[in-house]
């Protein structure tokens, strides 16, 4: 099954379960691995509106960092400077265990541990680079500044002034890995229900299109798509990414590209842009850009926008001109999960649970979550269990239209505060006023 998009049977009526996890995404699919591998008779069951690993979990851009959408000064300043180094050194060996996992259970991944290389290429990137790096000294987080020619050693992009770099990532393949790991749950036991819809949940139940599902704890493991389900359309906004892939590159093209050690590769502009260089020698390239969608609006439709698909293009040439009439061979996105507070978190109350606002960092964060609600569910006191992440609760996104105008608003500033940067070569001011606002 871990190779076929062949759905699996839907939710075969009433059903009663120990466990039911709505979602079978990376956070709900780890959370089965853990709670198995801790009590292999628990009765587990997983919901998904499609296949297992539909949406971020199998399409986003290959991260596996120990990224957290929260700075660690943030943290700091609301739990102290402690748990906050608890929160980034759990991100750091979560890195590892994903890498532990994967081998252990024979899922071919395509994993490189390579480490990235964020590139600074004008003065206020550099300015915001050193910022990163002063941060990281503050709380051990890792971070080294590169020189220029340090940079271009790593990745020969263009314009480039300096770089930070951090061991703490690796390159993926997240379809292989979900789909691998979703067999993995299967194979040992838990049920797996695909084209099943949850509508809503409340304590004991999930109500689905397919019957209700019964079980003492419910998991909410739907980051992007969390709007969907009744009660919830303002936990989470669904904010769009998208992606190209060139053709694989001849080695001629990486020996002036670089990315040896398949390092994963940004840079310090606002409006954000990542890569990775695949197992097969593509250049996979995304960024955001895309609306978002008034309502919280979620459709396949909103996953391919030519405008910004032009924009990835443009820039990738930019970044490297040898890749000038490289072909593009695929183009794709999907939306993930953004908390009004950019605050991911992970918590069980009243017997239910849920993980999730990752912000496009949830590669990691979601085998993190998945060991935390092991944790809870178990009812087992761990480091896991007392990190700041768990229990939090974010406020309510604005009711429409003030989260249409809002989101888009701020979208179109980062776009100005590059352009405005680019032209004076000064910090964005806008960007720190909308930074303000959105946390």
Not at 102 to 119: P, Q
Not at 231 to 251: D, H, Q
Request: hydrophobic letters at 45%; a neutral charge; proline letters at 5%.
């Amino acid at each position: 099954m871990a190779g076929s998009l062949r759905p699996r049977a839907s939710l075969p009526g009433s059903t009663s379960v120990d466990v039911a996890i709505v979602g079978a995404g990376l956070t709900g699919v780890w959370t089965a691995y853990y709670l198995l591998e801790a009590e292999p008779s628990l009765r587990i069951a997983l919901l998904d509106a499609e296949i297992a690993g539909f949406g971020a979990s199998g399409r986003n851009g290959g991260w596996l960092s120990a990224l957290f959408p929260v700075s660690a000064s943030r943290i700091a300043a609301e739990h102290g400077r402690v748990p906050a180094m608890a929160q980034y050194a759990a991100m750091r060996d979560t890195v590892a265990e994903v890498i532990r996992v994967a081998a252990a259970e024979g899922i071919a991944a395509d994993i490189a541990h390579g480490g990235t290389v964020v590139l600074a290429r004008s003065a206020a990137q550099v300015e915001r680079a050193r910022d990163e790096l002063a941060e990281s000294d503050r709380f051990d987080l890792g971070v080294a500044l590169l020189d220029a020619a340090a940079a271009r050693a790593l990745v020969n992009a263009t314009d480039i002034r300096a770089a930070t770099y951090t061991p703490h990532c690796a390159a993926v393949h997240p379809a292989k890995l979900i789909r691998g790991l979703a067999a993995v749950v299967e194979a040992r036991g838990a049920r797996i229900y695909e084209r099943t819809t949850a509508t809503s949940l409340r304590p004991g139940v999930v109500e689905t299109d397919h019957g209700p599902l019964h079980a003492e704890t419910v998991i909410r493991a739907t980051e992007g798509y969390t709007a969907t389900l009744a009660g919830l359309g303002r936990r989470l906004v669904p904010v769009y990414s998208l992606m190209i892939a060139t053709e694989p590159l001849p080695e001629r093209c990486w020996e002036d590209i670089g990315l040896n050690a398949r390092e994963t590769f940004s840079d310090e502009r606002h409006l954000i842009v990542y890569g990775q260089r695949t197992a097969d020698d593509r250049l996979v390239f995304g960024g955001r850009g895309a609306p978002y969608h008034f309502g919280s609006g979620i459709s396949d439709e909103f996953d391919r926008v030519p405008r910004v698909f032009t924009d990835l293009e443009r820039t990738l040439v930019e970044l490297f001109p040898m890749l000038a009439g490289t072909r593009i061979t695929h183009r794709w996105g999907g939306p993930l999960g953004v908390a009004r507070d950019w605050h991911a978190s992970v918590g069980l109350r009243g017997g239910i649970g849920w993980a999730g606002g990752y912000v496009g960092d949830g590669l990691a964060g979601s085998n993190l979550a998945g060991r935390t609600l092991r944790d809870l569910i178990l009812a087992r006191s761990s480091p896991l269990t007392t990190l700041p992440w768990v229990g939090h609760r974010s406020p309510d996104w604005e009711p429409e239209p003030l989260r249409w105008l809002g989101a888009n608003a701020g979208l179109r500033a980062m776009v100005w505060a590059d352009a405005a940067e680019r032209r004076g070569g000064r910090p964005s001011r806008l960007a720190d006023a909308v930074n303000r606002v959105i946390g």
